[in-house]
C-alpha cells in the first residue's frame, strides 16, 4: 500500500499536536505524537534515577529496555511505556526538560527514527515532531511547519493549565518554553529547523478552529 504522509514540524506550544490530532480525526488519518516518544525515554531515564542531560551513556544503555506503543482507545490516543500508560506522566515539566535532554543524543533519535519511519509505512498519517519533515519523512506528500509568537505559545500553555486547575506563572512558562526551543534548535543533530520545502503557517492571530481549517486546506491542496 502506498501510505500518505503529513510532516508538522514546529516549537513547543504552537498547537501541534492538537491541531494535528484534530484534522487526523477529520480526515481519517493516524496521529503520531513523536514528541511523547521522546517524553517516554526521559520518563524511564528519570524513574531509574538517571540525571538525562548529565549521563547520556546511561540513557544510551536504556534504550533497549524501552517499548514504546501507541494505542487507539474510544478516548482516543494513549502512551504505553513498557505497557503501562503513561499518557499523563509524561506531560509533566520535569519529564518535558528531560525530552529536551535525550533529544539532543543521536542514538536516542536514530531509535526513534526507525520505529517512526516503519508507522509511517504501514498508515497513512499525519505526524508532528522537530525533524519530521527534514529527517524522519523527507518524501512526505504535505510538509507544515506550524510556529507562533513566543508570547502567544506561552500565554496558550498558561491557560491550558490555569483550565486544568493548575498553578502557574506566565513569565516562568514563557522563559522555560524559550530555554526549549533554544535546546531544541541549537543541538548538533536534528536541530529544530523549517525545512526548505515545508509551508510556513504562522497560527500567531490565528484561533485553534482556524488553524485547523488552515492545515486541512493545505493538506487537500497537496493530494
Ligand atoms: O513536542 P513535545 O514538547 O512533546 O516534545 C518533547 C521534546 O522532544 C522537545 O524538547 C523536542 C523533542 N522532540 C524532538 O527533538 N524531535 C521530535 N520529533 C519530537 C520531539
Known amino acids: 500500500m502506498n501510505c500518505i504522509s503529513v510532516a508538522i514540524d514546529g516549537p513547543a506550544g504552537a498547537g501541534k499536536s492538537s491541531i494535528s490530532r484534530t484534522v487526523a480525526k477529520q480526515m481519517g488519518f493516524i496521529y503520531i505524537d513523536t514528541g511523547a516518544m521522546y517524553r517516554s525515554v526521559a520518563l524511564y531515564a528519570i524513574d531509574k534515577g538517571i540525571d538525562t542531560r548529565e549521563e547520556k551513556n546511561k540513557v544510551i544503555e536504556c534504550l533497549d ?3 514504546i506503543e501507541i494505542k487507539y482507545t474510544d478516548s482516543g490516543q494513549r502512551i504505553l511505556l513498557n505497557g503501562v500508560d503513561v499518557s499523563e506522566e509524561i506531560r509533566q515539566e520535569k519529564v518535558s526538560a528531560g525530552a529536551s535532554d535525550v533529544a539532543v543524543i543521536p542514538q536516542v533519535r536514530e531509535r526513534l527514527m526507525d520505529m517512526q519511519r516503519k508507522m509511517a509505512k504501514s498508515a497513512n498519517v499525519i505526524m508532528d515532531g522537530r525533524d519530521i519533515c ?18 502567544a505559545r506561552a500565554m496558550r500553555r498558561y491557560q491550558e493549565l490555569l483550565e486544568k486547575g493548575i498553578e502557574c506563572d506566565f ?3 514563557k522563559n522555560d518554553m524559550e530555554a526549549r526551543d533554544k535546546n531544541d534548535s541549537s543541538r548538533a543533530v536534528s536541530p529544530l529547523k523549517k525545512a526548505d520545502d515545508a509551508v510556513l503557517v504562522d497560527t500567531t492571530e490565528l484561533d485553534f478552529e482556524q488553524s485547523v481549517e488552515k492545515i486541512k486546506e493545505l493538506i487537500k491542496n497537496a493530494l
Open 134 to 151: 527534514s529527517y524522519v519523512l523527507p518524501n512526505a506528500q504535505v510538509k507544515i511547519f506550524l510556529t507562533a509568537s513566543s508570547e
Open 65 to 67: 529496555d524501552i517499548k
Open 171 to 173: 513569565e516562568t512558562i
